[in-house]
């Protein structure tokens, strides 16, 4: 059993990296929503709720939102295409952000956040924010749970501001994701 929330500290840099792939940083700085770009690429999406909890915010995520709001929503999941995980994804939705929302932002369900977010023209993203996970990070746990090859993957996060509120959301692209895949497929013509 794994304790949530999972720590997604790390080295974030808000810069294209010399290291990165064309298709990783096509993925890593997709400005618009990644669950739309999900389902685009296979024929079944699915979300897998991990953890749904209310909590504090960290003094670090709170700098990162610009707020002095303490509470927030904290959601943890696995966003699966075609049966294959894809991404682990950790949103931080502070309490006010929920009540402007009339509260749909806190029954989600298995129902993907970005599909409800994304809805809304007015939304904007802040700089998106990348770091590389290895298996010495606590994300390997899930890595592991899932039965996945050693985590050595990058992840992205940003703030996004939604009817003048922020939401954090943090994603890790898993072992054998699209991120990968679709890499190994244009090495393969």
């Given at each position: 059993?794994?304790?949530?929330?999972?720590?997604?500290?790390?080295?974030?840099?808000?810069?294209v990296l010399d290291e990165l792939t064309?298709?990783?940083?096509?993925?890593?700085?997709?400005?618009?929503?990644?669950?739309?770009?999900?389902?685009?690429?296979?024929?079944?999406?699915?979300?897998?709720?991990?953890?749904?909890?209310?909590?504090?915010?960290?003094?670090?995520?709170?700098?990162?939102?610009?707020?002095?709001?303490?509470?927030?929503?904290?959601?943890?999941?696995?966003?699966?295409?075609?049966?294959?995980?894809?991404?682990?994804?950790?949103?931080?939705?502070?309490?006010?952000?929920?009540?402007?929302?009339?509260?749909?932002?806190?029954?989600?369900?298995?129902?993907?956040?970005?599909e409800q977010i994304f809805k809304d023209?007015?939304?904007?993203?802040?700089?998106?924010?990348?770091?590389?996970?290895?298996?010495?990070?606590?994300?390997?746990?899930?890595?592991?749970?899932?039965?996945?090859?050693?985590?050595?993957?990058?992840?992205?996060?940003?703030?996004?501001?939604?009817?003048?509120?922020?939401?954090?959301?943090?994603?890790?692209?898993?072992?054998?994701?699209?991120?990968?895949?679709k890499a190994s497929e244009l090495n393969?013509?």
């Open positions: 059993m794994l304790d949530y929330p999972l720590s997604l500290d790390n080295n974030w840099f808000d810069i064309e298709i990783e940083s096509n993925w890593l700085f997709e400005t618009s929503s990644l669950t739309a770009r999900l389902k685009l690429n296979s024929r079944y999406f699915e979300v897998k709720v991990l953890s749904e909890i209310i909590q504090d915010l960290t003094m670090s995520q709170a700098n990162i939102l610009k707020t002095d709001i303490q509470t927030a929503l904290f959601r943890e999941v696995v966003l699966y295409c075609d049966g294959k995980p894809q991404v682990y994804a950790q949103s931080w939705i502070p309490l006010r952000t929920q009540q402007k929302q009339n509260n749909e932002l806190m029954s989600l369900g298995t129902k993907p956040l970005g023209p007015s939304i904007k993203r802040n700089t998106i924010e990348i770091a590389k996970f290895d298996s010495a990070h606590p994300i390997a746990n899930v890595v592991n749970m899932l039965g996945l090859a050693p985590l050595n993957c990058w992840g992205r996060r940003s703030v996004l501001t939604l009817a003048q509120q922020k939401l954090l959301v943090c994603e890790i692209f898993l072992p054998g994701s699209f991120i990968e895949t393969l013509d």
